[in-house]
């Protein structure tokens, strides 16, 4: 089980995801929403947006079923 590097949450895979996405493919190392937006100077609705986005371009980090992974 993944958790945030930061705050030690555990991770979903949609987090893990858009970490890898937005700052390192091959992170192993991960941040939760909330420690992510706050490292990157944003709110976690605009991260929850760019998940949505990247899912609806079909990007194959994002699953169109998040269950399926």
Known sequence: MNT???CHAH???DEI???R???NRQ???YL???CLADSLGCSVSLID???RHYREQGCYLFPT???MV
Request: charged content about 25%; aromatic content about 4%.
């Open 11 to 13: 991770l979903a895979n």
């Open 4 to 6: 945030c590097r930061s």
């Open 17 to 19: 995801a858009i970490y």
């Open 65 to 67: 079923n998040p269950d």
């Open 32 to 34: 939760c929403k909330s």
């Open 49 to 51: 947006d760019k998940i």
């Open 21 to 23: 996405r937005l700052v």
């Open 27 to 29: 992170s192993v190392l």
